[in-house]
T-cell receptor
Framework: KQEVTQIPAALSVPEGENLVLNCSFTDSAIYNLQWFRQDPGKGLTSLLL?????REQTSGRLNASLDKSSGRSTLYIAASQPGDSATYLCAVNGELGTYKYIFGTGTRLKVLA | DTGVSQNPRHKITKRGQNVTFRCDPI?????LYWYRQTLGQGPEFLTY????????KSRLLSDRFSAERPKGSFSTLEIQRTEQGDSAMYLC????????FGQGTRLTVV
C-alpha cells in the first residue's frame, strides 16, 4: 500500500530564504508525482508535475526533483516571499491503471516579512 | 479552460439529511476524482471515474455515499443520512495528465 510522508510538518522562515520541502513514498512504481499548494479553506493549486521518467521540473522560483528509485522528491523554493505562505502537498499517482493520487499530510509554510 | 467548478461551495445540513454535490470538470479531461479532506490532513481518495465508468472506490466510501458521472461529463456525489463525521471539505479533481482541483465544497453536519 502506497504511503506518502512529508517533512517537516511545519516550517517558519524569514523572507528571502531558500528552502527545501521533502516528500517520500514507499512504492517506487509511480506514474507521476505532483506538488500542490493549498491556501487555508481553499482548493489545491497545481504547482509542478514530474513524470516518472523525469528527474526535475522548474517553474519560476520553484524546482521539484524526483528520485524514483529511492522514493523521494524535493520542492525547492528560492528567495521565499510572504505570499508563499501556504500548505504544500505532494501526491503520487500509481502505475498499472491505478490513476488515483495518494497525498501526504503536507508542510505548512510560513514566510515572515 | 474554465477550471474545475464545484457547487455548492458551502453546505450546512442537519444530521440524517441527504446532500448532493456537483463537480464540473475541465471539458477535455477524461479522469475525474473525488477526495475528502479534514483539517490538518491531506486529501483522502474517495472514488475515481474514467469517462463515465467508476473504476475505483475507496473503502472510506460507505454505502451511504454514491457518485455518478453520467455521459462522462459532470459528476455528483451524494451522501445519504449524513452523520457528524461526514463534516469535511469535499474536493473534486479532473485530469488528462496533470490534476486540477476545484475549490471544494465544505460540508458541516449539525
Amino acid at each position: 500500500k502506497q504511503e506518502v510522508t512529508q517533512i517537516p510538518a511545519a516550517l517558519s522562515v524569514p523572507e528571502g530564504e531558500n528552502l527545501v520541502l521533502n516528500c517520500s513514498f514507499t512504492d517506487s512504481a509511480i506514474y507521476n508525482l505532483q506538488w500542490f499548494r493549498q491556501d487555508p479553506g481553499k482548493g489545491l493549486t497545481s504547482l509542478l508535475l514530474i513524470q516518472s521518467s523525469q528527474r526535475e521540473q522548474t517553474s519560476g522560483r520553484l524546482n521539484a526533483s524526483l528520485d524514483k528509485s529511492s522514493g523521494r522528491s524535493t520542492l525547492y523554493i528560492a528567495a521565499s516571499q510572504p505570499g508563499d505562505s501556504a500548505t504544500y502537498l505532494c501526491a503520487v499517482n500509481g502505475e498499472l491503471g491505478t490513476y488515483k493520487y495518494i497525498f501526504g499530510t503536507g508542510t505548512r509554510l510560513k514566510v515572515l516579512a | 479552460d474554465t477550471g474545475v467548478s464545484q457547487n455548492p461551495r458551502h453546505k450546512i445540513t442537519k444530521r440524517g439529511q441527504n446532500v448532493t454535490f456537483r463537480c464540473d470538470p475541465i471539458s477535455e479531461h477524461n479522469r475525474l476524482y473525488w477526495y475528502r479532506q479534514t483539517l490538518g490532513q491531506g486529501p483522502e481518495f474517495l472514488t475515481y471515474f474514467q469517462n463515465e465508468a467508476q473504476l475505483e472506490k475507496s473503502r472510506l466510501l460507505s454505502d451511504r455515499f454514491s457518485a455518478e458521472r453520467p455521459k462522462g461529463s459532470f459528476s455528483t456525489l451524494e451522501i445519504q443520512r449524513t452523520e457528524q463525521g461526514d463534516s469535511a471539505m469535499y474536493l473534486c479533481a479532473s485530469s488528462h495528465d496533470k490534476a486540477f482541483f476545484g475549490q471544494g465544497t465544505r460540508l458541516t453536519v449539525v
